[in-house]
């Protein structure tokens, strides 16, 4: 019986120091997953001109919180539609020189298109 109890006792011990060594602080967690830069800002340079938009239908790569923004020309009122998640509408005025800044959260493929007129802008596709 003895034995036993000093076995225990050996067991307890043991597993204190196991769990003592597997914690681990915020500041070793993050040394062991570094942090990805989303990179420089992808810009997008869109032309609404006499009823012609330009790009269309074309693809853009970008990386998750990677900043995109939209150069916008346009002679006509329009909205911009970002079907992302959370989605993004964007009012455009009939002037020149108009940006809108935004962020993807979640990998995919996202279009970015004008509602009014119908038209795909570009397809961004999004990496981690």
Request: contains cysteine.
């Amino acid at each position: 019986m003895r034995d036993a109890g000093r076995m225990l006792a050996a067991i307890i011990a043991g597993s204190a120091i196991v769990t003592a060594c597997s914690t681990t602080s915020d500041s070793d967690a993050d040394r062991a997953s570094p942090t990805v830069s989303p990179g420089p800002e992808v810009s997008i340079a869109v032309r609404i001109a006499g009823g012609t938009v330009t790009p269309t239908n074309t693809r853009t790569e970008a990386r998750v919180f990677q900043p995109i923004v939209l150069r916008v020309d346009s002679d006509t009122i329009e909205e911009l539609h970002v079907h992302s998640d959370p989605g993004y509408t964007f009012p455009v005025e009939p002037r020149a020189g108009q940006e809108f800044r935004f962020t993807v959260t979640v990998p995919g493929r996202v279009e970015v298109e004008l509602h009014h007129a119908g038209k795909t802008v570009t397809t961004l596709l999004i990496r981690q």
